[in-house]
């Protein structure tokens, strides 16, 4: 039997740790893979609308509560607000979809995916002017309105993604800081300075691209790939693990949450088990020393031609 982690929210609310992410999981791919998750264990499904595959996941687990591999009440599903719906009146039409798409009354926990926004039902930008800049819709009415679906009950918990100690500061003025915050973390960007932040305020961090997200679609020519790091695959030996199942249990023994994404069964389970690693000091500190401030999803994409947004100004 896999040990489960749970992280407790500043409300007392029981997080699972470890969780199935769904992102570029192809809509064909991914009612097995949230069917086999369910199946083997997985009580956390990380969703947004935006990965456009809310639906399959949906089905998979209408399909997975009906065959008993969980219930509604053990299962924590968390789904995103994507950028063109940060104006207040967009927010809560935007978790409906998602929990129209979903084929559920609540989600888990929504989180404002980007500090990005764009025009209502601009998916991504082609231009300039299809951006919106934060002074235009500023993060704090979109936090307000997030507040508000909540206080709705359509989301038992509200986050972030993509947020710094700055931006989540400015939170704090609608009254509430966020319950997670979701952000890239792995060795090579182990993010202490935020980590410390969030721990000071009762904040829980999701780590995401946790394996170094390897299927992006525009890899950079010096991308140093996480899961062949000589160090990760030393330690790897040392536990009888894989470079993934290291990774993840280094995730976990930070206690941060952690989501890594597959579509393939026998790495689904591969996983899971990683939950039942244990490392010693020395293995902590040998990883601790991988920290490069490297981003893989380095947030150029929103950065490009005439966008007002800056990638390095995104993460403050
Ligand atoms: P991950 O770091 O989870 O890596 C996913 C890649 O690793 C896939 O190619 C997958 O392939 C492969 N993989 C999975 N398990 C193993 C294994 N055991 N051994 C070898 N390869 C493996 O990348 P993601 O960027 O997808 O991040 C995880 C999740 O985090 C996302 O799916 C999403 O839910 C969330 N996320 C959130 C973001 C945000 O802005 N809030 C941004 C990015 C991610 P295969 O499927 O074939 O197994
Ligand atoms: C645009 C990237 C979204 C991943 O969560």
């Known amino acids: 039997m896999t040990y489960q982690k749970y992280l407790t929210l500043r409300d007392g609310t029981e997080f699972p740790a470890f969780g199935l992410g769904t992102w570029k999981s192809a809509p064909d791919e991914v009612y097995e893979a949230v069917r086999a998750a369910l199946e083997i264990g997985y009580r956390h499904i990380d969703c947004a609308a935006i990965y456009g595959n809310e639906a399959e ?30 104006r207040r009146q967009h927010v809560r039409p935007a978790l409906e979809k998602t929990l129209t798409d979903l084929g559920l009354d609540y989600v888990d926990l ?50 972030v993604s993509n947020m710094g100690p700055e931006r989540i500061e400015a939170l704090s003025s609608v009254g509430e800081l966020p319950a997670v915050d979701q952000v890239e973390c792995h060795p ?101 020393s991988l920290d490069k401030g490297y981003r893989y999803l380095d947030g150029e994409f929103f950065a490009r031609g005439e966008s007002p947004y800056e990638a390095d100004q995104i993460w403050i």
């Open 57 to 86: 996941v949906g089905q998979a687990i209408a399909d997975g509560i009906a065959a008993g591999d969980v219930t509604r009440q053990e299962l924590w599903v968390t789904s995103k607000l994507w950028n063109d719906s940060h």
């Open 110 to 159: 929504y989180l404002i995916h980007w500090p990005i926004a764009f025009r209502h039902g601009v998916e991504f930008p082609e231009s300039g002017d299809q951006f919106l800049t934060l002074d235009e819709v500023p993060i704090e009415e979109t936090w307000e309105a997030m507040l508000g679906a909540r206080d709705a009950e359509l989301a038992r918990q509200v986050g």
């Open 188 to 288: 090579h960007l182990q993010q202490r300075k935020l980590l410390t932040y969030c721990t000071a305020n009762d904040i829980v961090l999701t780590a995401y691209s946790p394996l170094g997200s390897k299927d992006r679609a525009h890899r950079k020519d010096d991308e140093p790939p996480l899961l062949d790091h000589p160090l990760i695959a030393d330690i790897a030996d040392e536990l009888d693990a894989t470079p993934a199942q290291v990774l993840i249990a280094w995730a976990l023994e930070r206690d941060t949450s952690v989501i890594p994404k597959s579509v393939n069964r026998g790495r689904i389970a591969e996983n899971f088990e990683a939950q039942d690693l244990e490392f010693s000091d020395l293995q902590m500190e040998a990883i601790a």
